[in-house]
């Protein structure tokens, strides 16, 4: 059976995921689109030659009895209540990150899961399918460095637009981090304070940039995140692990080594499209293949709602200065880890 998957939100992440549901993966098609701008969800039906049809109203395509599974790539503000609909009508659904723009959203779709009886959301924290991430799990997980004490990390885009304010360098980009380092390290986060260096000039004039985000898990880890979203250079994300007896790193992307005028050089990638593309990959097909089989495995809504809590506590912490406490609710029995 194909799976019959229905699209909200065209833009970037929309259309990448539909180019790599419609020529990419195995298993499904995309058969209704929306976006709110109709003129661009148009645009992709005939870009990537879609069998599709254009609903006007999201909530048209959620019910619409020839979907099987939705996908949200729309703007963040609109997931919570696209993602409560779908579950509302059944239907497994598959959200761009954030889940809900608040840890309070993440909760009520979290219930409205549970109250449904079975997994009916994936999120869409692509890392976890990293091959780099999962090897570095891998090896903490073997005792290859002993238990961990500290991570550096780095997150930075080349740059931003105006519309990118300095609450998205915790919610559009940090958040990514905020996952992935607690799957990382089977831990959970229970405070962060955030601290500002100098200011690059490559910014605009109201965005603080670069970032440093502190953060100490429940055993203790200290962790720091540096959020650089106009560092000029490329797309560079960085994860080092210190351990009681070695250190591990996150492995960089392969790339040819260029011996050339007396210099050796490789290439460092300028797009989050590419330095992830694989993972993005792994993450949809393993959404497909859930639905159509045994169900869903992927990152999950408490997942959703453990980067939520830790974000709230951020952005608070970005106005006052202060060590803000993280404090999560009991994970139910329901996102118990299989
Ligand atoms: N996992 C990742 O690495 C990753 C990468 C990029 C974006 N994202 C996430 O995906 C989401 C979309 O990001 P993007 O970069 O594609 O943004 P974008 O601005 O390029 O696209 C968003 C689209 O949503 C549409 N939209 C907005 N409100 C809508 C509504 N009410 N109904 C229907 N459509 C609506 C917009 O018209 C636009 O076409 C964001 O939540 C972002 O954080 C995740
Ligand atoms: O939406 C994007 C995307 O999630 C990228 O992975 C991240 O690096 C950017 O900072 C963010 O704006």
Known sequence: MTLQIGVI?????GQDHIRRLTQTLSGAKVIAVNDIDAQRARGTIAKYELDAKLHEDPHSLIADAGV???LVTSWGPTHEAFVLAAIAQGKPVFCEKPLAETAAGCLRIADAE????????QVGFMRQYDKGYRALREVIR????????????AHRNPTVGESYTASMAITDTLIHEL??????????YISAQVVYPRRTRNAHAGLADPQIVLLETARGVRIDVEVFVNCQYG????????????TASLPEPSSVLLRSEARVSSRILTDWKERFIDAYDFELQAFVDGVKGRGLSGPTAWDGYAAAVAADSCLLAQKSGKVETIAMQKRPAFYAPD
């Open 9 to 13: 939100g065209t833009g970037a992440i």
């Open 68 to 70: 099987q599974a939705v």
């Open 114 to 121: 549970q109250a449904s009886g079975r997994r009916l959301v």
């Open 142 to 153: 073997n005792g290859g460095i002993g238990e961990p004490l500290m991570l550096h990390c």
């Open 179 to 188: 996952d992935v380092l607690r799957w990382l390290l089977d831990d959970d």
């Open 235 to 246: 797309y560079d994300i960085q994860c080092a692990v210190i351990g009681e007896t070695g």
